[in-house]
């Protein structure tokens, strides 16, 4: 929250059932009943079709800009990536800004990334954790980005 401005994130499923997407929600503490929708990702293949986002923290850094960190399924994709996304909270574009499936080489089709926190440091950086999946053995990854972008 800032100045007044509650953010709020979240996913949910696409109404024709092709996957979820990822929500960036905005309201004022004077007026919680009224919402717009800043950001409703999802991730799109000509060739695949629509895969699958979902939002899972937000951070608001410098200049107003808003960061989210999430989760996303390309379409066609065993795969699940966390990524970040980020927009200014007074416009509708958003782009994403952090995208990574592992660090490593993929080499199974159990490899996941799930989204973790995310939070904005006093020399105007964001920090984004994540949980990785390989193979049933778990892990702690933690990027860093600069709010200058």
């Avoid at 007044?4 to 004077?30: E, F, P, W």
């Avoid at 000509?46 to 699958?52: A, K, T």
Wanted: proline residues 1%; negative net charge.
């Amino acid at each position: 929250m800032t100045n007044g401005t509650v953010i709020a994130v979240g996913g949910g499923n696409r109404g024709d059932g092709t996957g979820g997407q990822h929500y960036v929600r905005k309201s004022h503490l004077s007026s919680l009943g009224t919402w717009t929708t800043l950001d409703a990702y999802q991730p799109f293949s000509f060739s695949e079709g629509f895969g699958s986002a979902w939002a899972n923290d937000v951070t608001i850094g410098r200049f107003g800009r808003i960061f989210t960190s999430g989760t996303e399924n390309e379409a066609g994709s065993d795969f699940y990536a966390a990524i970040s996304r980020q927009g200014n909270s007074d416009v509708s574009s958003f782009i994403r800004s952090d995208y990574v499936i592992d660090p490593a080489t993929i080499t199974s089709q159990h490899e996941f990334v799930y989204a973790g926190g995310i939070d904005t440091l006093a020399n105007f950086n964001i920090l984004a954790g994540h949980v990785q999946d390989r193979g049933g053995s778990k892990s702690w990854m933690v990027r860093k980005m600069s709010c200058n972008l």
